[in-house]
């Protein structure tokens, strides 16, 4: 889809009060954040992380739910868990987006209604320049500095970029990625 606003449709979904509907999401919330399922990733995505981590991306990895902002010297990686569920009405979409920088992944979990048909969308697709020549092209835009691609810039950026990959949207998936242009 060409057309909409980066949050139409789309509700943030607070994780307290979820977990007070049904508690079966404690149980999701305590195995994303187990060291199991962290030392899981790092043999997945440490290779990939290195390009914008460096070496540090192969220490051990460690979750924290507070940043030690005057420790110079580090034994691991730390991640500081920030989790929001975003819910979908019908014809909901976000625009394209980069995550933020002092994010070192992004994971997309999909719970989609068992009866969920693909024809009604709700992939996720990543994106890359169409050329060099592209990207040389974004980088004069005036809005290439910006987070989210403003709803009147959706045909020049379709210009600029194409779908590198497309997560399908299925029910208990998963698709993560690190920071990037788009």
Same mark, same amino acid.
């Given at each position: 889809? #060409?057309?909409?606003? %980066?949050?139409?449709?789309?509700?943030?979904?607070?994780?307290?009060?979820?977990?007070?509907?049904?508690?079966?999401?404690?149980?999701?919330?305590?195995?994303?954040?187990?060291?199991?399922?962290?030392?899981?990733?790092?043999? #997945?995505? !440490?290779?990939?992380? #290195?390009?914008?981590?460096?070496?540090? !991306?192969?220490?051990?990895?460690?979750?924290?739910?507070?940043?030690?902002?005057?420790?110079?010297?580090?034994?691991?990686?730390?991640?500081?868990?920030?989790?929001?569920?975003?819910?979908? %009405?019908?014809?909901?979409?976000?625009?394209?987006? +980069?995550?933020?920088?002092?994010?070192?992944?992004?994971?997309?979990?999909?719970?989609?209604?068992?009866?969920?048909?693909?024809?009604?969308?709700?992939?996720?697709?990543?994106? #890359?320049?169409?050329?060099?020549?592209?990207?040389?092209?974004? +980088?004069?835009?005036?809005?290439?500095?910006?987070?989210?691609?403003? +709803?009147?810039?959706?045909?020049?950026?379709?210009?600029?970029?194409?779908?590198?990959?497309?997560?399908?949207?299925? !029910?208990?998936?998963?698709?993560?990625?690190?920071?990037?242009?788009?």
């Amino acid at each position: 889809q #060409r057309e909409g606003y %980066s949050t139409q449709g789309m509700q943030d979904v607070d994780l307290k009060v979820l977990s007070k509907v049904d508690p079966i999401w404690n149980v999701f919330i305590s195995s994303i954040t187990s060291q199991q399922f962290l030392t899981s990733l790092k043999l #997945r995505l !440490a290779p990939q992380l #290195r390009k914008e981590l460096g070496l540090i !991306a192969y220490l051990p990895w460690s979750i924290s739910t507070k940043e030690h902002k005057n420790s110079k010297l580090r034994w691991n990686l730390e991640f500081f868990p920030s989790l929001k569920i975003h819910s979908y %009405s019908n014809g909901g979409i976000l625009n394209p987006h +980069k995550d933020a920088r002092r994010k070192a992944m992004t994971l997309i979990f999909y719970f989609a209604d068992d009866d969920w048909k693909k024809d009604w969308g709700g992939d996720t697709l990543f994106f #890359r320049f169409k050329s060099e020549k592209h990207k040389k092209i974004w +980088k004069r835009q005036k809005w290439h500095h910006k987070n989210s691609v403003p +709803k009147e810039n959706l045909e020049e950026f379709y210009d600029l970029f194409e779908v590198n990959l497309q997560a399908e949207y299925k !029910a208990n998936s998963l698709s993560g990625m690190s920071p990037n242009d788009y």
